[in-house]
């Protein structure tokens, strides 16, 4: 069983950066691939960034590719989301998921456990 909580979200300005946490609860964090996903209200639960078990290789949705960055630090057991030049387009919960995996996946479905999400606010 993994758990894992989000952090860092907020209220900001359109041009804006924020930091997401995500701690998890595991052990055998590096043994997990993990993701950052979003939804917007009235939207399905999309794909953000993803980022193998040693971290070596991380992988970005077209629309954020660019302005922000997947990070983790598996002695501390947390994946990090850089979030730079932030859009009001961006405005969703984010949530990070884990998936025991070697490289991430695109599809929520396939992730083994979610945290509850972190509010993103980005007003125009």
């Known amino acids: 069983q993994v758990q894992l909580v989000e952090s860092g979200g907020g209220l900001v300005q359109a041009g804006a950066s924020l930091r997401l946490s995500c701690a998890a609860s595991?052990?055998?964090?590096?043994?997990?691939?993990m993701g950052w996903f979003r939804q917007a209200p009235g939207k399905e639960r999309e794909f953000v960034a993803g980022i193998s078990r040693n971290g070596g290789h991380t992988y970005y949705a077209n629309s954020v590719k660019g302005r922000f960055t997947i990070s983790r630090d598996n002695a501390k057991n947390t994946v990090y989301l850089q979030m730079n030049s932030l859009k009001p387009e961006d405005t969703a919960i984010y949530y990070c998921?884990?998936?025991?995996?070697?490289?991430?996946?695109?599809?929520?479905?396939?992730?083994?456990?979610w945290g509850p999400g972190t509010q993103v606010t980005v007003s125009s």
């Open positions: 595991a052990r055998t964090f590096s043994s997990y691939a």
């Open positions: 998921a884990a998936d025991l995996q070697i490289s991430p996946n695109y599809i929520p479905g396939r992730y083994d456990y």
